[in-house]
């Protein structure tokens, strides 16, 4: 069975993506898209992947109790 052929604009969703979970700064990926406006970037890519919302929990957490 051949394999489904990547697109331009599924390779461009995959890099944003990947940037993004990769902590690099979203504003560094607008520029790289061509974005005029963060809020087009973060509505589009910024997918939150379970791992990414637990380490957040995990950070709060630890803001909030870590004098225990």
Known sequence: MPGRRASLHDLRHTAASVLLAQDVPARVVMEILGHSQISVTLNIYAHVAPEVAREAAER???????GE
Do not use: D, I, T, V
């Open 60 to 66: 709060l957490e630890g803001a909030l109790w870590s």
